[in-house]
């Protein structure tokens, strides 16, 4: 079997789900880059516990961008995958991000919503008017919970899952996220990780019924991560 490029960080794991951590800088599912991707390791990791010949079905119901880390949930059955699709779709499941944006925002916390428009060859997202062919309605609800010197903390929950939605929306305002040479973020992490973490899921089991929580924390000594103490903004341990 091929080795894996990275160890498989594994929160929770049982007959329907596997909850696991998402390095930064690996594709959810495979692109046309062909780097080893989540899904995929996911899959072989499977595939090699149980011993199981062929195909390994493994359900992808949300993503998260290459540069973005943080914890996932994948499908371990399709009646599994079903129930949590329809959870993203009723607003049941409920994603939490931490990130590190330049500047302060001028709100400490806000509601945005922006119509925003991929361009697929460039992989760059723009924001555009609501009439324009193609456009998405996306929306977030973001709170700032500590500034220092240039930078702020911030928490961010997305009521739509638009890609590098965060990124654009929080640079529409002023404040891109740290590191992010695309979206204005290098003025300050030129060379840095994108400060961008998926911190906590909450859904539904899609067969017991029990709401579960998982967490996942950044790399609290990498910059900039390591100016805040993020765990005291993350009290609520994984289920």
């Not at 062909?34 to 072989?44: G, Q």
């Not at 939605?165 to 030129?190: C, E, T, W």
Request: proline share 5%; glycine share 6%.
């Amino acid at each position: 079997m091929e080795k894996q490029p990275y160890e498989l960080n594994i929160l929770y794991e049982d007959n329907h789900i596997i909850v696991v951590e998402k390095p930064q800088n690996v594709p959810t599912q495979e692109d046309e880059s062909k780097d080893p991707d989540l899904l995929n390791m996911v899959k072989a990791y499977i595939k090699e516990k149980y011993n199981k010949p062929g195909n390994v079905f493994v359900g992808l119901v949300h993503r998260l961008d290459r540069p973005t880390g943080g914890v996932m949930v994948f499908a371990k059955t399709s009646k599994a995958a079903a129930r949590l699709s329809e959870q993203i779709t009723s607003g049941v499941f409920e994603k939490k991000y931490f990130t590190v944006v330049l500047g302060k925002p001028r709100e400490t916390s806000n509601r945005l919503v922006h119509f925003l428009k991929k361009n697929e060859k460039e992989n760059i997202v723009s924001i555009v008017p609501q009439s324009e062919e193609g456009a998405k309605r996306c929306e977030l609800v973001y709170k700032t919970l500590e500034t220092k010197d240039e930078i702020s903390l911030c928490e961010v929950k997305i009521l739509t899952g638009r890609s590098h939605q965060i990124r654009v929306q929080m640079s529409a305002i002023g404040n891109p996220v740290f590191g992010d040479a695309k979206y204005g973020g290098d003025k300050l992490g030129k060379g840095f990780n994108l400060a961008l973490w998926a911190v906590q899921l909450k859904f539904e089991h899609p067969t017991t019924k029990q709401i579960m929580t998982f967490v996942s924390y950044p790399t609290e000594d990498m910059i900039p991560w390591k100016f805040f103490t993020i765990s005291k903004y993350l009290m609520i341990k994984s289920t």
